[in-house]
């Protein structure tokens, strides 16, 4: 089941806020024993096999989470090892079983099909957040006696399937405070303008520029100059919209129950450099690789040599943890080797970059990198980045064609047959346009919303829009109401977010 979608929108979410407040009447444990079947319901809508699967993971892991916390060393850290191998060989036999076996079969020189493996939707996301749950049991930093609690922080329909990655201590209480359960009017008003806004991110941004980068990645299109920047850029911003979307929609809804979920975008194609893009790109799963993989490495504390160890190796991992592919490895290791250069440039005692130059480089090293993320080899990758420096040719309108010359006065020869894999008498690329203009210029919205949520005022990056006041106000309704007519008319096919395949 899909956030945009009409079963979603008519008759799952009305359903599921009306028990959930009717039930909070008589008792405290009767919403979340809901909310924890509706979720399991979400799940096993898009494939009731893996229900099973997701069920046996909460059990497991909550009994093993019991266990460690009950034994004393050595035998606890022995019972947080296997549970967390058990978690990781799961999560390596549905992701990386036919990647790690067709890269022995290729060393071998041998010629294999592949098993016939589906990716349970969602294993990624929820793997990780047990995983967290374990390590801090083991540190003595949290106990949760409660299953049904425990159940619905890990099957939370919000976050499920795509995000964020949820930590124990910002979403147990939310669950044992009875109050969400009641009707809050604020609640539904932020909520539900918070999930319209991600809402038309999805459907009527990032929809519409996929078909601006279908072409352009396909198998030997050989993109031309023009057209490959607009398809990674329009790639760059799609990916960016899609997620952002996602994550604005479990926001909201998440809200329309009482319940906060973290932030996970804070306008990051607006960062100047490159660590300050990860502090804002997908904020929740760069803190749990922080505090879950690059601190337990080392993270700083033994040199610097170790360091940038630590820093590359968090980072391929990160890579890998997105799919199993050559491709996401190698985005993940040009991630890693940005950071090193930026950590170089600090360490050396360069003075900062000013940003008139730090903030485009920072876009276009992300977009490059975004590009052999989406190509589903490194051949078509190599490609792209190829036209991108006019390797394929300068493709031009047939109606530049008089120009020609002063062309050839500086040593360029284009061909005028067009722009084969871009349509510019459609919508799409006039929203691109608008898309990039929103991402580096427009509130977003964590800071259009600050008024009624002052805890996340420090994520905002300086004063900026601080004197910004979001008021509901009968103009909004209707501009909201507008928007999501909008969507409902744009919602004419499935069309899945980009991040159910990581």
């Known amino acids: 089941m899909l956030f945009n979608s009409f079963g979603f929108l008519c008759f799952y979410l009305p359903l599921v806020l009306a028990g959930y407040f009717w039930l909070g009447r008589y008792h405290s444990r009767w919403p979340l024993a809901w909310l924890t079947l509706a979720s399991l319901f979400f799940y096993g809508w898009w494939d009731g096999r893996f229900l099973p699967l997701l069920l046996a993971s909460i059990v497991v892991n909550f009994w093993s989470a019991r266990l460690i916390g009950a034994t004393p060393e050595p035998r606890r850290k022995r019972y947080l090892w296997l549970a967390v191998s058990a978690n990781l060989l799961l999560l390596a036999w549905f992701k990386y079983a036919n990647f790690l076996a067709d890269g022995l079969m290729s060393v071998a020189g041998r010629h294999w099909q592949g098993w016939d493996i589906v990716l349970p939707i969602g294993i990624s996301f929820f793997t990780f957040t047990q995983i967290a749950f374990l390590v801090d049991c083991y540190k003595g930093q949290v106990r949760e ?17 795509a995000g964020p990655v949820l930590h124990h201590r910002e979403m147990m209480p939310q669950f044992a405070d009875r109050r969400n359960a009641s009707v809050e009017l604020s609640n539904l008003a932020i909520g539900l303008s918070i999930f319209v806004l991600g809402l038309a991110k999805k459907v009527l941004i990032a929809d519409n520029l996929s078909t601006l980068v279908a072409p352009v990645f396909a198998a030997d299109a050989h993109p031309r100059m023009v057209e490959a920047w607009i398809g990674a850029l329009a790639y760059a911003l799609q990916l960016y919209f899609d997620f952002s979307g996602y994550s604005d929609m479990a926001i909201g809804l998440s809200r329309l129950f009482g319940i906060k979920l973290p932030l996970n ?87 900062a970059a000013p ?39 300068l493709g031009l309108p047939h109606g530049l064609a008089s120009l020609a010359g002063r062309f050839a006065q500086i040593g360029l ?27 580096l210029f427009a509130p977003n919205t964590q800071e259009i919303f600050f008024h009624y949520e002052p805890a996340i005022e420090s994520i905002c990056h300086g004063p900026r829009w601080r004197s910004l006041h979001w ?32």
């Open 145 to 161: 006696a409660r299953f049904i609690h425990y159940a619905l922080f890990v099957s939370y329909f919000p976050h499920l399937i």
């Open 265 to 351: 975008f804070d306008s990051p194609y607006k960062a100047g450099d490159i660590a300050e893009f990860w502090r804002r790109w997908h904020m929740t799963l760069s803190r749990f690789l922080r505090d879950y993989l690059y601190i337990p490495l080392g993270g700083k504390r033994k040199g610097e040599f170790r360091r940038c160890r630590n820093l590359m190796i968090t980072m391929l991992l990160g890579g890998l943890w997105h799919g199993a592919g050559w491709t996401f490895l190698i985005w993940g290791g040009l991630h890693g080797l940005f950071l090193l250069v930026h950590r170089a440039w600090q360490r050396f005692g360069a003075a």
């Open 355 to 393: 940003r008139w130059w730090s903030w485009p480089l920072t876009l276009l090293s992300v977009m490059l990198a975004w590009v052999v993320f989406r190509a589903p080899d490194l051949r078509i990758a190599i490609d792209i980045w190829g036209g991108l420096v006019g390797a394929n040719g």
């Open 413 to 439: 020869y284009p061909v005028f047959d067009g722009i084969r894999w871009i349509d510019f008498s459609t919508v799409e690329v006039p929203v691109l346009l608008l898309a990039l203009v929103l991402a």
């Open 471 to 502: 008021q509901p106000s009968p103009t909004w309704s209707l501009v909201l109401a507008g928007v999501f007519i909008c969507c409902l008319f744009g919602m004419n096919k499935v069309s899945e977010f980009l991040y159910f395949q990581f």
